[in-house]
């Protein structure tokens, strides 16, 4: 079990920038990967960004070319910089983490665009 631990959330004007940290406690597996998942209210949630412990990167279309996801494997912690945001962008922005056969969630950050 891994234990996650969310911050960098809050109001921010449209066109504007948050960056959003993670860190994970210890664990006796390694993280294979860590990424950050989203779920505005009323809606599905959905995949944003993914890095895994190889250093490969995945993001959702609609935040292709605005995030940037970045992992240190050292210090068990992922940020996701988020650029250009959107009022579309409203969320609550949740981290997770694959650890062997474990599954593990943040407790969640709100982020707020405002147009």
């Known amino acids: 079990q891994v234990q996650l631990v969310e911050s960098g959330g809050g109001l921010v004007q449209a066109g504007g920038s948050l960056r959003l940290s993670c860190a994970a406690s210890?664990?006796?597996?390694?993280?294979?990967?860590m990424g950050w998942y989203r779920q505005a209210l009323g809606k599905q949630r959905e995949l944003v960004a993914i890095?895994?412990?190889?250093?490969?990167?995945r993001y959702a279309d609609s935040v292709k070319g605005r995030f940037t996801i970045s992992k240190d494997n050292a210090k068990n912690t992922v940020d996701l910089r988020m650029n250009s945001l959107k009022p579309e962008d409203t969320a609550v922005y949740y981290c997770?983490?694959?650890?062997?056969?474990?599954?593990?969630w943040g407790q969640g950050t709100q982020v707020t665009v405002s147009s």
């Open positions: 997770n983490a694959v650890a062997g056969t474990f599954v593990s």
């Open positions: 210890r664990s006796i597996f390694a993280i294979d990967a």
């Open positions: 890095s895994t412990s190889g250093g490969s990167t």
